[in-house]
C-alpha cells in the first residue's frame, strides 16, 4: 500500500496547515489510518489516528483541539488539518496504516509508512 503525503511547508506561527496522505490499493479503505511525526532528533510519535469508517479519531493529548484528522475513501486519502501551528509542531509528518489491533497510538502496530511531509514553523 504505496501511501505519498504532501501539503507540508514553512509557517508562521499562528497559521494553518492541511496535509494529505493518498493511498493506493483497497487495504487503505479497510483499515484504521494514523499520522505520526518525528521531529530533529526526536522518536516518531503518534498524532491522530482515524478508523476507517471515519466515525472513531484518536488524538495525542498534545494535539487536542488544534489537530483533525479525516478521510475521504473515495479518494483513498487521509487528512491531517493543523490549526493555530506551533514552533513545536515542526518535525516530518508521516501516515502509515495500522495492522494491530491492541493500541491505536502504538507506532509498533503500524505499517506501509509513508516518504513523510516536513512542517516547519516560524516564531
Known amino acids: 500500500v504505496p501511501l505519498a503525503e504532501s501539503g507540508g511547508g514553512l509557517v508562521q506561527a499562528g497559521g494553518v496547515l492541511r496535509l494529505s496522505c493518498v493511498a493506493s490499493?483497497?487495504?487503505?479503505?479497510?483499515?484504521?489510518m494514523g499520522w505520526f511525526r518525528q521531529g530533529t532528533e526526536k522518536e516518531r510519535e503518534f498524532v491522530a489516528a482515524?478508523?476507517?469508517?471515519?466515525?472513531?479519531?484518536y488524538y495525542a493529548d498534545s494535539v487536542k483541539g488544534r489537530f483533525t484528522i479525516s478521510r475521504d475513501n473515495a479518494k483513498n486519502t487521509v487528512y491531517l488539518e493543523i490549526n493555530n501551528l506551533k514552533p513545536e509542531d515542526t518535525a516530518v509528518y508521516y501516515c502509515?496504516?495500522?495492522?494491530?489491533?491492541?493500541?491505536?497510538?502504538?507506532?509498533?502496530?503500524?505499517?506501509?509508512w509513508g516518504q513523510g511531509t516536513q512542517v516547519t514553523v516560524s516564531s
Open positions: 490499493g483497497r487495504t487503505f479503505s479497510s483499515g484504521t
Open positions: 482515524i478508523s476507517w469508517s471515519g466515525g472513531s479519531t
Open positions: 502509515a496504516v495500522r495492522v494491530g489491533t491492541s493500541n491505536v497510538t502504538d507506532i509498533s502496530e503500524y505499517a506501509y
